[in-house]
């Protein structure tokens, strides 16, 4: 019946804080109500009464404290029960000895048990106490106001106590989701920076060893070729330690224009006929562009790297109020197709992030076909008027 939930870290230094920020307010809370009592029975009472009386408020303060000190850290006592028993004899017995003086006691009792039990067990414990105030404040006071005034000043105390526990328990919650929110926020960065490294490495590595093994093998037979196929190489190569260094930064763009006059001149390079049709790409937003750009690298690397093609086509359509790039080549090996590697997956995530898709396989006899939608607010009507 105990709320034993997860312990906060009382190592850590923010969570330290806050539970000893609350374990002090509750102390001198504690202190400054149980001191009302103690002056009152001091003052009232003789000296034998008093001092079995006093000695009744140090045990009570001596269980409130070691309850509210577990309730900090949501571990119950192991003997909650049987604290909790000895507190509410603790609570009422001395009455006799006291008076009046006694009827604010019980009010730590409430607390107890809210911070103890398991709702809604605590919730009607606590009335319980609550209501008992009142047949236990008709023992010394004739006057309803002064029952009311017993009753509702027990009621306020607990509920006080108790938020000051829970107040804790919460800033202790809040900062472990915190702590727990920026661990995945970083796993989501390197998730990205693995994502982006993968897409610009993956095309222009794959670039740069063509245009390698053009060179080698015109060098000797054709040495303007080779020459032009080296520059070319020495190109990519610039680009894409640039392209690193802006993934490292944090602030990668694609020009869907740029890409499409690269992949193409990459593919022609190695003796595939491409066939493009697209929408004209300076209409297109920024983010829907990079997007888009990242496809159609990831569809010219698998192209490379896994066909023998020998024709390829690209076709950019505006499509149910989105964009519709569709790659298919020819030239791939028979065999089953598994739903692709590391790129399409990185690239169905960061399709994801723009409320895009992607489907992709075997289409036909030996081709292969990537299609990718991207939602667009650059309508149909939009790009056919820009082409006016």
Known sequence: ?????????????????????????????????????????????????????????????????????????????????????????????????????????????????????????????????????????????????????????VALTGAVVFGFVKMATLVWEVHRLRATLAHRAVDVERLRFARDLHDVLGHQLCAIALKGELASAVLRTRPETAEREIAELIGLAREAHRDIREVVAGYRTVSLAGEMTGVTSVLTSAGIRCEVDTVPLETLPPETATGLAFALREGATNVLRHSTARHCAITLRAQDEGLRLRIVNDGVPPGPFHGGGNGLEGLRERLHELDGHLNAGPVGAGSFELVVYVPSPVTEAAMVEATR
């Open 1 to 153: 019946m105990v709320d034993a939930g997860t312990a906060p870290d009382p190592d850590n230094a923010t969570t330290g804080v806050a539970v000893r920020t609350a374990q002090t307010l509750v102390f001198l809370l504690s202190i400054a109500y149980l001191s009302i009592p103690a002056s009152r029975v001091l003052t009232t009472q003789p000296v034998p009464q008093a001092g079995l009386a006093l000695l009744a408020l140090i045990g009570v303060a001596l269980l409130q404290f070691r309850h509210t000190w577990h309730g900090l850290r949501a571990q119950p006592p192991l003997t909650w029960s049987w604290t909790l028993l000895l507190q509410a004899i603790l609570s009422y017995a001395p009455a006799p000895l006291a008076g009046d003086a006694w009827l604010g006691v019980p009010s730590f009792l409430a607390a107890s048990l809210l911070i103890t039990l398991r709702a809604p067990l605590s919730y009607v414990a606590y009335l319980g106490v609550v209501a008992a105030e009142i047949p236990f404040a008709l023992l010394v006071h004739e006057d309803p106001s002064d029952i009311a005034y017993a009753t509702l000043g």
